[in-house]
Nanobody
Framework: QVQLVESGGGWVQPGASLRLSCTAS????????MGWFRQRPGKAREFVAA????????TYADSVKGRFTVTRDKRNSMVYLRMNDLNPEDTAVYYC????????????????????WGQGTQVTVST
């Protein structure tokens, strides 16, 4: 049974940094793109970042480009989201997700392709 568990969320002031972690277990031994999504208050869930199975391709939403960094430690089944220069608009529940892919070089953006999801971790940015 696949399980994704996020951690590292919390409350921070504007300008601060946080690192979210995602621990994956029970993953099939096939290629998966790993992604981060978020759901801001009153908004639909949206794409944040994704990393290919091989780790050679990364894609970011324009709103986080240059501030967020996604990394992957496939050996230890971990995915991280480093978030710098946080602002109140980043307040959201952040979700880790895994999408089966045919190519190890694909970083999946489409939410509908993600098959496995974590329960989410809350990030709150305020003064």
């Amino acid at each position: 049974q696949v399980q994704l568990v996020e951690s590292g969320g919390g409350w921070v002031q504007p300008g601060a940094s946080l690192r979210l972690s995602c621990t994956a277990s029970g993953m099939p031994n096939t290629a998966h793109s790993m992604g981060w999504f978020r759901q801001r208050p009153g908004k639909a869930r949206e794409f944040v970042a994704a990393k290919s199975d091989r780790g050679d391709k990364t894609t970011y939403a324009d709103s986080v480009k240059g501030r967020f960094t996604v990394t992957r430690d496939k050996r230890n089944s971990m995915v991280y989201l480093r978030m710098n220069d946080l602002n109140p608009e980043d307040t959201a529940v952040y979700y880790c997700a895994a999408a089966p892919v045919n190519s190890v070089h694909t970083a999946v953006v489409s939410e509908t392709q993600y098959q496995f999801w974590g329960q989410g971790t809350q990030v709150t940015v305020s003064t």
